[in-house]
């Protein structure tokens, strides 16, 4: 279930860049690449402006009367150089207001991007989260299913260890000690299914018997003296340990030589 969670958050992340954030960042380059050719329509290069303005200086000063108006008779009509510098201030204006408006529109998409970003690593953080998240969910479910699994099996190995002491017993009648073998083969085929299915999820038993004493993977509950056992040799597995990779899930109870 959270895997196809995580597939679709995947899945609908790549839908939000391709349907919103690739079209909004088109549209803005647009608005942007336009504003900047109306831009460079109306502005001219500084030769051409220096040809303008002697064009337009020799009209004025051919237009020009000999005989200068007094003061009272000046406005802004009879003057075209005041007419001329009043547009070029303006103009001047207008240039400023939308240089301004251009890096506050810049500094808007600068942010959006940088928003973006910070929203994809976070995206990214919390994808990672929720996969290793269902990973600890799913070892520590795998653990709890598992240990109930474990007494199982070691009632088939006592199980199967009486029925093997019983067969050795030389009081049984022939036909009874035949029956008892049967017995202990058949615990002997459900141990070794039993051992396979654990092996499908690579849980492994703790090999113990005749083994020296591991305190990593065991927990002696005894010690006896015994011939034929050197010291710290397991004499008896009590109940069976378990590993996973090199994670213990349950310690083996042994008897130790001493």
């Known amino acids: 279930m959270i895997k196809k969670i995580i597939k679709t958050m995947k899945q609908m992340g790549h839908r939000f860049d391709i349907w919103v954030t690739m079209p909004v960042m088109k549209w803005i380059v647009e608005v942007l690449t336009i504003q900047m050719e109306k831009k460079s329509e109306k502005a001219f290069s500084r030769h051409d402006f220096k040809k303008k303005a002697l064009a337009d200086f020799k009209i004025w000063l051919s237009d020009t009367r000999l005989d200068f108006p007094s003061k009272k008779d000046v406005t802004p009509d009879t003057c075209d150089l005041f007419s001329l510098l009043s547009e070029f201030t303006a103009l001047r204006q207008e240039i ?8 506050r529109t810049l500094k808007r998409l600068e942010s959006y991007t940088d928003t973006y970003e910070n929203n994809s690593r976070l995206f990214e953080t919390k994808i990672q989260d929720i ?128």
Request: aromatic share 8%; proline share 2%; with cysteine.
């Open 96 to 103: 400023k207001m939308q240089n301004r408006e251009q890096h």
């Open 131 to 258: 996969a290793q998240l269902e990973k600890s969910i799913w070892h520590n479910c795998e653990k709890k299913c598992s240990l109930l699994f474990f007494d199982v099996r070691d009632a088939l190995v006592r199980g199967h260890r009486a029925s093997i002491a019983l067969s050795c017993k030389k009081n049984l009648f022939t036909s009874r000690k035949a029956e008892v073998k049967n017995i202990a083969k058949g615990y002997e085929m459900a141990l070794r299914r039993f051992d396979r299915s654990l092996a499908l999820i690579d849980i492994h038993p703790v090999e113990t018997d005749n083994a020296p004493f591991d305190p990593r993977t065991m927990k002696a509950v005894d010690t006896r003296k015994v011939k034929g056992f050197s010291k710290g040799k397991v004499i008896e597995t009590v109940t069976c340990g378990f590993l996973k990779e090199n994670t213990v899930l349950k310690f083996a109870q042994v008897i130790v030589a001493e």
